[in-house]
């Protein structure tokens, strides 16, 4: 077992203990919530949400857990809310998969961290809920009251996730707390929501459960499908590109390193989620007009004369207003004509433009193409300094910074390589 | 649907609804009624028909429910007004809002306020949160529902050589907006007694919940269909096909198909495929392929691959692969397993290339009945005249 092995099965093992000694500690202090088929009735539902998360929005996915939590915590009141609550998320943290491939280390860890989030945030609640039954008069309290509370259940959660894949996976990024904004104001909503409906349950009775039953696995089927079409359509414009550079060998895998490369840098320079998925988008199309360009005026041998590459960017143009004719697509082809702009000797351009234009000559830098080797990794860096006044100072610097950071060399290994394929292209272009 | 008939049905439900808003409500209540009607319109609910639904069958289920007591006389009128908010919404806004979903949206909204307002006679004086009135309600709303897809599939059907059969099939699969609809309403219903304006929240998320995410997915699927014609267009942007060709066959593989009664899913493929069937001639930029010999079914091939490329699309790339087969080679016997989605394809594909070299829509169809029984499949030519003599393209 590897030392990062280690650390995770301490600390899984630790988040399970301190989940054990909650549910010890709660089942001595709170009374079991009953009547027993209502407890598996919300246990069911709570745990089915859990399990499946919807896309609402572009990549905001929101689980209705917490939903069910509040009205659970309301219906069974003080003596009992938070033992229910604890106890359906203790269950929750088992998926299928971990037990089906025997994995235990996630799921300990889930284990403690679900019914330790659960406990906080549901005894925040405690104070909102009325001594006895719930009455319509304490309707704004408890609403209140359910937003704080899922807030807090929401943080300590979130808090635990980040100290663990900080500790164990370094080298990834999250999402600072306040950059997922929408998703903890939406999860505050559910938990309001929740504790409403539990006090509807209470004051009419479980014949609103099948009403809020039908229009929720509606919404849920209709978030599903419009996850799996997005999946589709972006796979669809994937295949599509991909198929379009198998066309051109030297070009093979380009579009992805691309699009990579601007991830990267994107996230480093703190991009939104939206802002940066456009840009992710841009790089995966911004070639897709070289289709019509003649393979003759695409693979030659020499440089373009201008008014070749004029000829170029022209047949370019053409599939790229084609593409612009798509709602979904037009921002994204409007980033990739501004990185076409910049090329064209354009200083107004957004750094949208100059990210996509800097990973664009950084690929194509460290590719071997029909007129050149690939230079090494450090020379492409040397390159990009060079025209740090297109691209953009920060730009440049960021980008070498993830590259550096991903521990990924690009590019020929060392001059001598580069030298001897650079000669051998240019014999295979000379019989040409 | 003709105007006449438009107009007649408008006449004598308005004049029915007046007449029930004289005789049992006071008029400013017929009014709101009819105002909330008209308003409703102006949301509409996202549909997998994408005809769409108003919120006026949510207005309607509350009317019902909060208003038990009076059910049989306030139902009376519920349908009614729903032309009468009809014609509000013309004079104030112009003829197109609402008119698709006119008349089966107020025949569905009064078959429920029927059903509803018979088994309210038996329910005695039992209340809205009670489950046997809200099984009363379900069957209720089932009964209006079916009823609405009946009638959208009549109108629907004039003129229309598809079984109205499969019609009124397609006309349900609406069912997840009309349940979003009618719950909410029974939500708020079953709740106001007791919680008062909180059961409007209480009513709404889940409400807003359910339109958002068919909101979501309508959206989603006309920007997948939008970039679907958009790469179809791409071969045509590069100058290796004639400009439209596309479009074209597609609108028309699309006509034909509903035609032969394939249902949702086979016409999208239809659709897809007809779209993109053209996508492999991008393989002849790359000269040394453009030199060589090349036959359709290479393109077909080459196109099946680059679709074939998203997993998504296999089946609409498994037809593509097969279009330019034959119907039937001389001393054979038709293939059985060859998908007829295919035969549409290339049955339409090839009329509209023999128009775009200059032929008529009479000559390009006699060109392809001369091939009839072996390259293109007797029945998919018949009805594609069919399709061209319904939109004037050829004489009957």
Known sequence: MNTQDRIGTIYSGTLAALGAATLIGLFVLQESPGPLWLWVTFAAAFVALEFSSVEVNDRLFVSGSIMVAFTAATVFGRESAVLAVALMAAIAAFHPDDLRQRRWRQPAGNFGQLVFSATVGVTVFLPFLPDGPVEAPDLPLLAAGAALSAAVYDWVNFGLVRFMVRRLYPER???????????????????????????????????????????????????????????????????????VEALDPYTRGHTERVAAFVRMTAERLGFEPDRLERLRWAALIHDVGKVAVPAALLHKPDSLT?????????HMRVVEDVLAGVDFLAPMVGIAAAHHALLDGSTDVAVEGRILAAADAFDAMTSTRSYRSAVTQRTAFDQLRRRREIYGVEVVETLIAAIEMSSEVYGSPDDESAAVVERLVRERAIRA | MPDRFRLAALAATSIAGIASAVIWWPGSVFALVVAGYAAAQFVPMPTPSRLGVSTAPALAGAVALTTHGSAVLVIGALSAALPLSRLLVHLLHGRRVGDERFPSEPVGIGVFGGLFALAALGLGGRDAADAVTLSAYALAVGGGYLASAAMRAAVSGRGHSMPRRLLFIRALTDWPAHAVLYSAAALYAVTVPVMGGWSVLLAGLPYAFGHISLHRLQATRHTYDQTIRALGQIPEAGGMVTAGHAGRTADLAV?????????????????????????????????????????????????????????????????????????????????????????????????????????????????????????????????????????????A
């Open chain 2, 255 to 395: 006509a034909v198909g509903a035609d032969l009664g394939l249902g949702g899913r086979a016409l999208d493929r239809v659709e897809y495929a007809a779209l993109l069937h053209d996508i492999g001639r991008l393989v002849l930029a790359n000269p040394a392929v453009a030199a060589g010999h090349h036959t359709p079914s290479d393109v077909s091939g080459w196109s099946a691959a680059i679709i074939g490329e998203a997993k998504n699309l296999d089946q609409v790339a498994g037809l593509v692969a097969v279009m330019h087969s034959p119907y039937r080679r001389p001393g054979e016997r038709r293939d059985p397993g060859l998908p007829r989605e295919a035969h549409v394809v290339r049955v339409v594909s090839a009329y509209d290339t023999e128009i775009s070299t200059g032929r008529s829509p009479l000559e390009a169809i006699e060109m392809l009945h001369r091939g009839a029984a072996y390259d293109f499949d007797p029945e998919i030519v018949s009805m594609l005249r069919h399709v061209l003599e319904r939109r004037g393209a050829i004489a």
């Open chain 1, 306 to 314: 201008d008014e070749e590459y004029r000829r170029m960017v022209r």
């Open chain 1, 173 to 243: 990024t999250l999402h600072p707390w306040l950059k997922m904004l929408t998703n903890h104001v939406a999860l505050a909503v559910l938990g309001a929501f929740g504790g409403i409906l539990g006090a509807a349950y209470v004051l009419v009775g479980p014949v609103i459960l099948p009403l809020i039953f039908v229009t929720f696995l509606v919404g849920q089927m209709g978030f599903h499908s419009y996850s799996k079409l997005r999946s589709a359509h972006e796979d669809t414009i994937r295949g599509f590109v991909k198929a």
